[in-house]
T-cell receptor
């Protein structure tokens, strides 16, 4: 079974600075997808970024980018120019691709609470 | 507006009283799933459904039931709720499993006393 680990329960950053949230995962599959979701205090789950495992290029969405290291099974999220609205719980998630042994299952990490200081 | 609708948002009940949390999506998604969120544990998958009449267990299915009689609806049923099922529950849907991102409902805060 796949596991996803977020080793940082809490992180903090100054407004306009850069912060990196860590995520590692364990799988025997070669094809899968990785996601970062944001959960603000409203508890809504918002997709931040998605990475296909077969793509070597790191995904980027505006101020959000990932560092995907497939061999190391690492998938960190970098937030540049942090804003007050970035304060939230962030979840890393793993999803099997078509044909994977766990196709249909979705595994989340424990979450990292990000605080942004003005 | 494309959305996943969960009801109720908040529910307080007593041990053993059967309850249903409804989930409906208007995006014609094949895939739907349920999760529970607990502090320090993140979200854990309860059940998922690849399509109508096709459901399968996630990582924590004990004490829950689901059904998928229509494409748009995927209710979560607790036949005999217990206090350890007190949690925040999310329903989500997507175009198939695998790559498509999930669309989440707004969550249901369940308290079982």
């Amino acid at each position: 079974a796949q596991t996803v680990t977020q080793s940082q329960p809490e992180m903090s950053v100054q407004e306009a600075e850069t912060v990196t949230l860590s995520c590692t995962y364990d799988t025997s599959e070669s094809d899968y997808y990785l996601f970062w979701y944001k959960q603000p205090p409203s508890r809504q789950m918002i997709l931040v970024i998605r990475q296909e495992a077969y793509k070597q290029q790191n995904a980027t969405e505006n101020r959000f980018s990932v560092n995907f290291q497939k061999a190391a099974k690492s998938f960190s999220l970098k937030i540049s120019d942090s804003q007050l609205g970035d304060a939230a719980m962030y979840f890393c998630a793993y999803r099997s691709a078509i044909g994977g042994t766990s196709y249909g299952k979705l595994t989340f990490g424990q979450g990292t609470i990000l605080t942004v200081h003005p | 507006e494309a959305q996943v609708t969960q009801n109720p948002r908040y529910l307080i009940t007593v041990t053993g009283k059967k309850l249903t949390v409804t989930c409906s999506q208007n995006m014609n998604h094949e895939y739907m799933s349920w999760y529970r969120q607990d502090p320090g544990l993140g979200l854990r998958q309860i059940y998922y459904s690849m399509n109508v009449e096709v459901t399968d267990k996630g990582d924590v299915p004990e004490g829950y039931k689901v059904s998928r009689k229509e494409k748009r609806n995927f209710p979560l049923i607790l036949e005999s709720p217990s206090p350890n099922q007190t949690s925040l529950y999310f329903c989500a849907s997507s175009f198939g499993a695998g790559g498509p991102p999930l669309h989440f409902g707004n969550g249901t805060r369940l308290t079982v006393t």
